[in-house]
């Protein structure tokens, strides 16, 4: 009987996932936190798994990263860094659904897991969760089934 050594698992490396977002609205500042800088950082967070590091890479401190995470309207740049880390998604309220819909998403892209940038379209589909939503309500409203 020889002894034999146990095949080989191969490990799959995490693919990151960063879902669309709408950016935090800002006054635009060529050294702040702008909608390009805030695509970037999400994908570094989701690569690198560190706030820290993900700051670095685009140029920004760990304690701007926060602040801007606190601030009016940013539940979706907030929803997608928990995203981006692995942490459970949140309810979306009717307020996210029109500022989504409003805003339009930015989409991180990720090719062979690693981060390459990022592409902003208009979100029709939160836009036609709105409309589902506010008509269901009306119809509670006035009895109407």
């Known amino acids: 009987m020889s002894l034999e050594s146990p095949p080989r698992i191969r490990q799959?490396?995490?693919?990151p996932r960063v879902p669309p977002?709408?950016?935090?609205?800002?006054?635009?500042?060529?050294?702040?936190?702008?909608v390009t800088r805030q695509a970037h950082f999400l994908g570094w967070l989701a690569e690198t798994g560190s706030v820290?590091?993900?700051c670095a890479r685009v140029g920004m401190?760990?304690?701007?990263?926060?602040?801007?995470?606190?601030?009016?309207h940013a539940e979706s740049f907030a929803a997608a860094w928990?995203?981006?880390?692995?942490m459970p998604i949140r309810k979306v309220t009717i307020d996210d659904l029109a500022f989504l819909?409003?805003?339009?998403?930015?989409?991180?892209?990720?090719?062979?897991g690693k981060y390459i940038g990022s592409r902003q379209?208009?979100?029709?589909?939160?836009?036609?969760?709105l409309l589902a939503r506010l008509d269901r309500s009306a119809c509670g409203r006035h009895g109407e089934g």
């Open 12 to 15: 799959q490396r995490r693919v």
């Open 21 to 34: 977002f709408y950016p935090v609205p800002l006054r635009t500042m060529h050294n702040g936190w702008t």
């Open 52 to 54: 820290s590091a993900a």
């Open 61 to 72: 401190s760990r304690n701007s990263a926060y602040k801007l995470r606190r601030k009016p």
């Open 82 to 86: 928990d995203a981006a880390l692995g």
């Open 101 to 112: 819909a409003y805003q339009g998403l930015i989409r991180p892209r990720f090719r062979g």
């Open 121 to 129: 379209k208009p979100d029709t589909t939160a836009l036609l969760r």
